[in-house]
């Protein structure tokens, strides 16, 4: 039996506080995360663990537009808003991610000699998580 197909991120949606980012988009790495705790006690043989606090980190690679744009521009750290990603676009059943972020850094590379990316990075800023979900 053939396994199933996979996807590119060709189609991919992804926008920022509002603004597009899949335009100029590379590379989006998005990590969900929960923390636990030891629960274990007395006589246990083992250690059983209770889940704690929801948290995330995304790192948005993409290439600088030319002339910086407003939108490029406006990227500051401390800013917040909401990340919502459509890895295979915003068809009706497509699968969807949002959730509140804060961006927490933005280097600004130059480079000589091949096309200039930027990466940001963003931490989780939302009480309930990630929200997965679809279009």
């Not at 197909?5 to 899949?22: E, H, K, M, P, R």
């Not at 705790?37 to 083992?46: I, L, T, W, Y």
């Amino acid at each position: 039996m053939a396994s199933d197909a996979g996807i590119t991120g060709q189609n991919a949606y992804i926008t920022f506080g509002g603004t597009v980012l899949s335009t100029n988009y590379r590379t989006l790495n998005t990590e969900s995360s929960i923390g636990t705790v030891d629960q274990s006690a007395g006589a246990d043989a083992g250690i059983t663990r209770l889940t704690t606090l929801k948290d995330g980190v995304f790192s948005l690679e993409m290439k600088r537009p030319v002339g910086g744009t407003a939108n490029w521009i406006t990227f500051v750290p401390g800013q917040e808003g909401t990340l919502i990603v459509g890895p295979e676009g915003t068809a009706t059943g497509k699968p969807k991610l949002s959730v509140n972020v804060i961006l927490t850094r933005r280097p600004t590379p130059i480079t000589y000699n091949d096309i200039v990316i930027d990466t940001l990075e963003f931490e989780m800023d939302d009480a309930t998580g990630v929200t997965y979900s679809t279009y």
